[in-house]
Every structure is written in structure tokens, then in C-alpha cells.
T-cell receptor
Framework: NAGVTQTPKFQVLKTGQSMTLQCAQDMNHNSMYWYRQDPGMGLRLIYYSASEGTTDKGEVPNGYNVSRLNKREFSLRLESAAPSQTSVYFC?????????????FGEGSRLTVL | GNSVTQMEGPVTLSEEAFLTINCTYTATGYPSLFWYVQYPGEGLQLLLKATKADDKGSNKGFEATYRKETTSFHLEKGSVQVSDSAVYFCALMRLTGGGNKLTFGTGTQLKVEL
């Protein structure tokens, strides 16, 4: 009963370092998303993948890249981390027929950039 | 563009009190509206939704009615419990053919005390 699994749950980086957040879902969903959550700003969409093989920018894509590795996995990469990227990152998936708008979220990855 | 405005928190209530969390939206066309809930240390999960004007979504004693004339989707519960303490997010979605992209409000923290 895993749902959406994100790794790592916590990470501390220095400015300029790179890292990849991993996300996998076992619900056979077509669409996957990466959001960031910041105090007072709610959740903002970074990138999404409507289906395997496609990716598109969301509201705040600068400084990030994504890869939809297969239907299950959608990774988020920070090539050169900046303090402004300190945030909690959530991966989500959707695609249950008849349940439009229902996203299933992972537990989040807390990233601190020093 | 699309946007969602929620009342600022935290909202602190005594157990069995009546809850209202206000949500208004700006969008063209006819969006679907959602309330998501985030319990401490967890990802968001769908609480309820409404897909057209005058629809009422309900779940776990919570209700919200889609009011197109006032562009609102206020969340209500008649008698809150300590276990309802969480952050509540209002969100909207417009079908664009590119996955279920949601626009979230900033979230309202609810604290329920004995």
C-alpha cells in the first residue's frame, strides 16, 4: 500500500551543489507532478508530466529539471542549488478514471540549502 | 490567471465548535473546486470536491458548496474535533488537457483544543 514514495525525506546542501529528488508511484497513474511548499505561499507547481514521455513547466520551473523515467518514476533535479530553493518538495500523481482533480501526494522531502 | 484566496490562519477553536474557513477564487470558465487537508508530517490528501455550480461536496462531516455568484467555496464543519487539527488548502482546476493541474491557496492552519 505504498502509493507515492519520495526520497530522500531530508537533505541539506551547500549553495552550488546538485541533487536529485526521486519519486515513484505504484498506482499506475498517467500524470505526475512536483510541487514546492513555502510558508505563506501554499503549493506551487514546478513541473508536471501529463503522461509517460512528456514533461511541461509549471508555475516556478527555473532552477529545476525533471525526468519522467518511466510510467512509475518522475525525478526532480537541482543542478546548482540556491538558498531560495530551501523548501518542502512534494511529488504527486493522478489518473484514476472518474476522479478528476484528485492528486495523491507523497510525504514530502525537506530540502535546506545553506 | 487562476488564483485562490483563503483566510489567514491559524484558526484556533475549542472542540465541538463550528468551523468556517473562507475560500474565494478567480478563474475564467467553470473550474472544479477542491479542499485538501494536510495532517502534520504528511502529504496532502483530498477532503472533498465540487465540479459545478451549486454542487455540495462533503466528507468526514465537512461540507463546502460551490457558489458561482460569489466565486466562493467555503469549508464548514458543525462540530470540530482535536483530530481535525491540520492545514486546509482550497484549490481549483481548469481542464486544459494537460493533466490535473491544480492551483492552491496558501493554506489555513486549524488548531482544535480540548
Amino acid at each position: 500500500n505504498a502509493g507515492v514514495t519520495q526520497t530522500p525525506k531530508f537533505q541539506v546542501l551547500k549553495t552550488g551543489q546538485s541533487m536529485t529528488l526521486q519519486c515513484a508511484q505504484d498506482m499506475n497513474h498517467n500524470s505526475m507532478y512536483w510541487y514546492r511548499q513555502d510558508p505563506g505561499m501554499g503549493l506551487r507547481l514546478i513541473y508536471y508530466s501529463a503522461s509517460e514521455g512528456t514533461t511541461d513547466k509549471g508555475e516556478v520551473p527555473n532552477g529545476y529539471n525533471v525526468s519522467r523515467l518511466n510510467k512509475r518514476e518522475f525525478s526532480l533535479r537541482l543542478e546548482s542549488a540556491a538558498p531560495s530553493q530551501t523548501s518542502v518538495y512534494f511529488c504527486a500523481s493522478s489518473g484514476v478514471r472518474g476522479r478528476t482533480g484528485e492528486l495523491f501526494f507523497g510525504e514530502g522531502s525537506r530540502l535546506t540549502v545553506l | 490567471g487562476n488564483s485562490v484566496t483563503q483566510m489567514e490562519g491559524p484558526v484556533t477553536l475549542s472542540e465541538e465548535a463550528f468551523l468556517t474557513i473562507n475560500c474565494t477564487y478567480t478563474a475564467t470558465g467553470y473550474p472544479s473546486l477542491f479542499w485538501y487537508v494536510q495532517y502534520p508530517g504528511e502529504g496532502l490528501q483530498l477532503l472533498l470536491k465540487a465540479t459545478k455550480a451549486d454542487d455540495k461536496g462533503s466528507n468526514k462531516g465537512f461540507e463546502a458548496t460551490y457558489r458561482k455568484e460569489t466565486t466562493s467555496f467555503h469549508l464548514e464543519k458543525g462540530s470540530v474535533q482535536v483530530s481535525d487539527s491540520a492545514v486546509y488548502f482550497c484549490a481549483l482546476m481548469r481542464l486544459t488537457g494537460g493533466g490535473n493541474k491544480l492551483t492552491f491557496g496558501t493554506g489555513t492552519q486549524l488548531k482544535v483544543e480540548l
